[in-house]
């Protein structure tokens, strides 16, 4: 039997939301807890997860509508089985206008005013036009008017559709409305030259956003938020460390570089450490038995992050194969859905573009995420004397729910031990 999926509300307090981007797509099956769509409010870009399962029959509302809460927005049902009688009409692949506005449903819907809805008289007129809370939101940051924009959604209603190619088209922003507590702007005499307009063409471009760049942002401002970081810094000395490089890739038919190494000595430490080999769950802290580690690796558009699974159990040649097969297929974007879940740590590796010194954000649920700077030659004291070494910076970004400052201090010095004295990394 055919289920309705309606739109949740997924902030408290909110009456209106969009469908940013389907995770989902007709014929697709749905399991409970599968990510469903992600959702726009006023306020913040939440992802939505089924909470029915089944096979998807119908999209109701198209990607960048806005809609009222519980307004339904997808049918769920059996294979095969064709969804029922009177429903709205499925969104067309080519994201245009939601076929929901020509609906029966959809005009019933929208033909009483909304008391969240923002009511707009349309110029020289008396028609009353419906504006999202989203939409006016944005136009107003934007300082853009809406007077001459015919809405695309039920009933007329502007949408955030309408918004973008607002943009889109190039219309010149307008000044904020004044509030009668503001003065007015003082008149400029007609002997006062106007300040010129600045050059043709120089405009800025609207570049959409990318859905994996939604989804970067959506996770770590989520990260950032909600997971209290602390930062550790260490200098670690790795002139053996190079030497051993030099020695393993004069030998090896495997090429070792210096990121495999940083990789295998992360996952010593968290075996000779095993307490910060931990992640959080509102259940409880995870404590887990292998040493899997997740390695941010730059695209184009955005970064990903696969995941290598018992590291502690590779050889270096091993983990150097693996780590340059998954940043082949990331870059490719041939990557599996399990290669990029899970993991309990992650290492950032900026050394290579020249960066000294850096903090990166943690990737939930994972408890601790190192930052990796370049190897640079810098004064060092060794007994009294001094000379130069090759020092190389590491941030640890730790998650304070479950690595306490002194846990987190002893994992670095484990890291920094293996990193220092670098057979131990090979044993």
């Known amino acids: 039997m055919a289920t309705t999926i309606r739109m949740p509300e997924v902030l408290a307090g909110a009456e209106e939301a969009a469908i940013q981007s389907w995770s989902v797509a007709v014929g697709d099956t749905v399991t409970v807890g599968q990510p469903f769509a992600e959702i726009e409010t006023d306020k913040a870009v939440v992802e939505y997860a089924a909470e029915t399962a089944g096979t998807v029959l119908q999209l109701l509302v198209a990607e960048g509508d806005a809609v009222d809460v519980g307004t339904p927005i997808a049918v769920l049902g059996e294979p095969g089985e064709a969804a029922p009688e009177g429903r709205m009409a499925p969104v067309s692949d080519e994201g245009g206008d939601s076929a929901a506005a ?243 740590f992650s290492v950032s590796n900026l050394g290579m573009f020249g960066t000294q010194e850096f903090s990166a954000i943690i990737n939930p649920p994972q408890a601790g995420i190192l930052a990796v700077g370049a190897a640079r030659q810098a004064p060092v004291v060794v007994d009294g004397a001094l000379e130069v070494g090759t020092i190389m910076t590491v941030t640890l970004s730790a998650d304070h729910r479950v690595l306490d400052g002194a846990l987190a201090a002893r994992w670095l010095s484990a890291f920094v031990a293996r990193i220092e004295h670098p057979l131990t990394i090979l044993a």
């Open 102 to 344: 020509s609906a029966p449903m959809a005009r019933d819907a929208a033909a009483a005013p909304k008391p969240q809805e923002t009511r707009a008289e349309a110029s020289g007129s008396q028609e009353r036009r419906f504006i999202s809370p989203l939409v006016r939101r944005m136009a107003r940051e934007r300082g853009l008017s809406l007077d001459d924009v015919e809405g695309s959604g039920p009933n007329g209603r502007i949408v955030r559709r309408d918004l973008e190619e607002l943009i889109a088209a190039g219309i010149p922003e307008t000044a904020a409305p004044a509030t009668p507590a503001v003065p007015a702007t003082p008149r400029v005499s007609p002997a006062e030259p106007a300040e010129p307009a600045g050059p043709a063409g120089a405009e800025p471009e609207l570049i959409p956003h990318t859905r994996m760049r939604r989804t970067i942002a959506r996770r770590l401002t989520d990260s950032k938020a909600r997971v209290p970081h602390f930062y550790l810094t260490a200098d670690c000395r790795v002139d053996r460390l190079l030497e051993l490089r030099r020695e393993l890739n004069a030998t090896g038919s495997v090429k070792v570089s210096v990121n495999d190494l940083v990789v295998k000595a992360v996952a010593g430490a968290l075996q000779d450490v095993p307490e910060a080999n931990r992640t959080w769950s509102d259940e409880g802290v995870l404590q887990h038995r292998t040493v899997d580690v997740a390695i941010a690796v730059a695209l184009d558009d955005g970064l990903v992050t696969p995941v290598v699974r018992g590291v502690e159990g590779l050889s270096v040649s091993a983990l150097g194969r693996q780590l340059a097969d998954l940043a082949e297929r990331a870059r490719s974007g041939g990557l599996r859905q399990h290669e990029i879940e899970g993991g309990s």
